[in-house]
């Protein structure tokens, strides 16, 4: 797998990207087109800031992206790129929707390549994980548009089909989705919710 890791490595300081992980969301978008031009783009966990600058990439000038991390990410948007907003958050404090909506109320597009620090145990790890993603979906609801779309990483364990489920409540179609660019060792997948239905009642 060297031979992989080196490859994506090695394009992404080619293409002037902070991180390898920008090709786990362009390999998806070419597939699925769950982000458009014009599109309001919420990037949660975006440090360093790849997922950020590229989805202001495919939405162009008249759209928009906030990217929200514990970490500061500085990047400025490519020529041509949308305006990036670069808020440092924990998306776990109730004040997030607050600053958010300050800016915008509502976002076409949510997406997620957030994990926990790891510890080495898998199942404190995986509990890590379910307890971030989760928070995303939760935030997806209070703050994506009608038959807005979803996308966030999130890594297989026993509480994976059931987080699947909960998505499955709020979206239209539901895609369990494992890029090329990922690690074949590793659990990480991303789960892909597109036409958001609303809320879930109570």
């Known amino acids: 797998m060297r031979t992989v890791k080196d490859y994506y490595y090695k394009k992404a300081k080619k293409d002037k990207y902070p991180a390898r992980s920008v090709y786990k969301l362009e390999e998806a978008l070419n597939k699925h087109k769950f982000i458009k031009r014009g599109d309001s783009v919420l990037d949660l966990g975006c440090f360093p800031g790849s997922w ?15 990217g ?14 949308a305006e990036i907003i670069w808020m440092q958050q924990d998306i776990m404090e109730e004040e997030l929707i607050t600053r958010v909506r300050k800016i915008r109320p509502a976002f076409r597009v949510l997406i997620s390549d957030m994990a926990p620090r790891t510890s080495g145990n898998k199942w404190a790890d995986h509990q890590r994980s379910m307890r971030l993603v989760r ?22 364990g026993e509480d994976f089909p059931a987080f699947v ?22 659990r990480e997948v991303f789960v892909l919710g597109m036409e958001f239905k609303g809320a879930r009642k109570g």
């Open 52 to 66: 950020s600058l590229y989805a202001s990439e495919i939405v162009g000038e008249k759209g928009i992206v906030v």
């Open 135 to 156: 928070q995303t979906l939760l935030l997806a609801e209070e703050l994506l548009l009608p038959k807005g779309n979803y996308y966030c990483k999130a890594f297989q």
């Open 68 to 81: 929200v991390d514990l970490q500061a990410a500085e990047n400025s948007p490519r020529a041509g790129g």
């Open 165 to 186: 489920e909960e998505v499955k409540q709020l979206f239209k179609k539901v895609k369990v989705v494992k890029p090329k660019s990922s690690r074949v060792e590793s």
